[in-house]
Each structure stands twice: as structure tokens, then as C-alpha cells.
């Protein structure tokens, strides 16, 4: 496999140690609730030069109306007694930790190596990992249903589905086989909730996301995947997902760069689908 792009492993890490600074998030009773501080005790985020970088204001303004609307749905999930959450790219997110519930099954999937640190990371916080299934996978290579099979997902069951700031880092036709995949592995009754970044209608996406890896990366970006909603939406569609609430938008401003003499926002915007 090959390395993975250093400002991603970087971006993961800074997302983590953010989240650990969000305040009063909500847990279930079996559940601890300081997860996700101990889950990154120790972690560094660290820039090109090699220097720890600061958590900064900005990044908890972004993340202050993400966390409460994934939070929300896994309570809510839980809640309707749904059993199998299914949390893909989940990096270091503390989620099957601070939910626990004795009828509810976690399966978390990412790179192999993302799954080995986090294996590492519970191991030295200590934590109970009742209910956690931690499975490895390439999604620009592996089937998600495959891999979700041999994880022990039972795809007559609904399930919550999770890719919470994902898909900006996928290709185009990996997040559409992606979405496709999960589609295949969701009983009627499952929802899937993802974040999308979306720029405005008129833009061309490819120059959008060329423009935002010079400006923003010097031409090394991880960033693969930013379109617009209308495009986004007929994506889920061809994939058999519906989209709920689609007037409605939630949607927090990300970052904004220069495209042909106008400025482009790109947003992140919250999509919740049905099968």
C-alpha cells in the first residue's frame, strides 16, 4: 500500500485532539463519557516541520455543530433500538466508547494502519471495548460489504451507517462505490449520515478542487472529492439512498478559495439518508 498523505495523518489527528476539547457531549449509561480525551492522550498532530501543531479556535468553531448532529443520531439510533452502528473512516472518534450499550454493536473501519494506532490507543487508555468491532480496509481497493460480512454485520438488521468528514478525502468513484456498497449491507430501516463538501452551483468541481490544492496544499492536497449539492444529491440517489429533509440545510462554511475572479465557499454540509 502506499503512504498515506502526511497532511491527512495530520488532519485526523488535529480533528481528534479537537474533539476532546468539545464540551458536555452526551453519552449513554454504560458509556464514559471522557472518552475521547483518553483515547488521545499522548497524540500529536504534527505539521510538515515536524512541529506539534496548537488547537485552535477555528477548528472547534467547525467542529461545534458537526459533533452535536452525529452525536444526536447515534442517540437517536439507539434509542428506536437500532443494534449495529457502522462508523467508516472513523479515525480516532470516541463514539462506541462514550454510547456503549450492551444491545448495540460498533463496527469501525478504516486503513489498517489507522486501525493498529487506535488498537494501540485503547489498549493504553484501558478501555472496555464490550461491543467494539475493529475492522481494516482500503475503500479504494476493499468492498464494504465484504469487509462488513467477515466484521460479523448482520445486513438484514437496519443499521446506523457513519462517514463524518470522509468523503472530502476519497476519490469520486470510490465514494460512489462506497455509497453503493452500504446501500447493499442497510435493511430497510437504516439510515446513513455523512458530511459532504459542497461548493456553489456554477462552479466546475474539478477547478474547484484544483484551485483549493494550490492555494491551500501547494499541489499536495488530500482533499479528492468536493461537489455541488445538486450533484451530491443525484449521487445518493443513483445509489439507492434517499436523502431526508432535502430543503433543509445544514451546513457549517469551511473554507473559501478564488476561482476565476469569484470567490467559491465551500461548505460542509450534513446529508442524512434512508435506504
Partial sequence: ???????????????????????????????????????????????????????????????????????????????????????????????????????????????????????SQLEKAGADQTGLVLAAADLHIDDIGEVLNRAGHDRSKPSLFLAEHLFLFLEQLDVEILLTGMAGSAAPGSVLAVTAEVHPEGFDSAEVLSTADQVMFGGTSPLHTILSRETWLTLFADSGWTVKDVGILTAVDHFAVPVDGQTAQIQTQFLTATI
Fill in 1 to 119: 500500500m502506499s503512504e498515506e498523505n502526511p497532511t491527512l495523518t495530520m488532519i485526523r489527528k488535529f480533528v481528534s485532539i479537537g474533539r476532546a476539547e468539545l464540551p458536555g457531549r452526551p453519552h449513554t449509561v454504560g458509556g464514559d463519557p471522557d472518552a475521547q480525551r483518553a483515547l488521545v492522550f499522548g497524540m500529536q498532530a504534527v505539521g510538515d516541520d515536524g512541529t506539534p501543531i496548537e488547537i485552535g479556535g477555528a477548528l472547534l468553531d467547525l467542529l461545534a455543530p458537526r459533533a452535536p448532529y452525529f452525536d444526536q443520531l447515534v442517540v437517536d439510533a439507539i434509542t428506536s433500538g437500532v443494534t449495529q452502528i457502522v462508523n467508516i473512516g472513523v479515525g480516532f472518534d470516541d463514539r462506541a466508547l462514550r454510547f456503549r450499550d450492551p444491545h448495540v454493536t460498533f463496527f469501525e473501519i478504516d486503513l489498517a494502519h489507522v486501525i493498529d494506532e487506535k488498537r
